[in-house]
């Protein structure tokens, strides 16, 4: 039985789920990869945004990404804005250790369908920090 994720958190990314915001009965919203039997690897993503283009980024952002990372074997675990500071924070994980991940990385680098969502957008990060990060949740 599923029922629908209520919380804020999963309903501001229900967007990007796999499961559209359902989760099983009994399972909590909050899942670590290693409770699900699967390694994965999660990179994540802060941008600082040129100052005027959050509007822009965003939209594009929402376009293409969610086609993108996906279909090159990546999942998207959360997008976040901060409009104020012209902040963007996400993370994309993908099956595997950090090799695996990396090497998926290269390949989507180097992909038809990264050159066409990147085709002809304008700089719009100012700065970047990009880091694996490690996932888990006290107490679950």
Same mark, same amino acid.
């Given at each position: 039985?599923?029922?629908?994720?209520?919380?804020?958190?999963?309903?501001?990314?229900?967007?990007?789920?796999?499961?559209?915001? =359902?989760?099983? =009965?009994?399972?909590?919203? &909050? %899942?670590?990869?290693?409770?699900m039997g699967v390694m994965k690897t999660i990179q994540l993503r802060r941008y600082t945004l040129v100052e005027g283009e959050y509007d822009a980024f965003v939209s594009w952002w929402g376009e293409w990404?969610?086609?993108?990372?996906p279909a090159?074997?990546?999942?998207?675990?959360f997008a976040y804005g901060l409009r104020e500071t012209s902040e963007f924070v996400w993370a994309v994980s993908a099956e595997g250790d950090e090799a695996a991940f990396l090497a998926l990385?290269?390949? &989507?680098?180097?992909?038809?369908? %990264?050159?066409e969502a990147f085709a002809g957008v304008p700089q719009?990060?100012?700065?970047?920090?990009? %880091?694996f990060v490690q996932e888990f949740f006290p107490g679950r």
């Open positions: 039985m599923l029922r629908p994720c209520v919380s804020r958190a999963c309903a501001l990314r229900a967007h990007f789920s796999s499961t559209g915001g =359902v989760i099983p =009965v009994g399972q909590s919203e &909050y %899942r670590t990869s290693a409770k990404m969610p086609k993108v990372r090159a074997g990546f999942a998207i675990e990385e290269k390949v &989507y680098m180097a992909s038809d369908a %990264r050159a719009r990060v100012a700065e970047h920090n990009i %880091r």
